[in-house]
């Protein structure tokens, strides 16, 4: 599976973005976006089932943060708004062969590179 991020950039604070992942390859069963800023370890954003299309979502996100997929496509979107400084960071997208969701950052089977996100107060 090979996945491309991108839709990244720079953006002040309250702001909005939205990031595609764009996916080739076999079918897999979820997705995930996943984020590290400078000096953390990478976290959990949100997830989405390909089949059935269940979502999930990290609490310092929920309400703010929405992820979708476009099956035609085979790409995943995660539209960001009311964004805030912390919420800055580089944004992973990846992919897994299980549905059993949560998923942290070391069960993931497939990633893409990341995309910089940065947010201005």
């Known amino acids: 599976v090979q996945l491309q991020a991108s839709g990244g950039g720079l953006v002040q604070a309250g702001g909005s973005l939205r990031l595609s992942c764009a996916a080739s390859g076999r079918t897999v069963s979820s997705y995930g976006w996943f984020r590290q800023a400078p000096g953390k370890e990478r976290e959990f954003v949100a997830a989405i089932l390909w089949t059935g299309g269940s979502r999930y979502y990290a609490d310092s996100v929920k309400g703010r943060f929405t992820i979708s997929r476009d099956n035609a496509k085979n790409t995943v979107y995660l539209q960001m708004n009311s964004l805030k400084p912390e919420d800055t960071a580089v944004y992973y997208c990846?992919?897994?062969?299980?549905?059993?969701?949560?998923?942290?950052?070391?069960?993931?089977?497939?990633w893409g590179k990341g995309t910089q996100v940065t947010v201005s107060s």
């Open positions: 990846a992919a897994d062969r299980s549905s059993r969701w949560p998923l942290g950052p070391r069960d993931m089977d497939y």
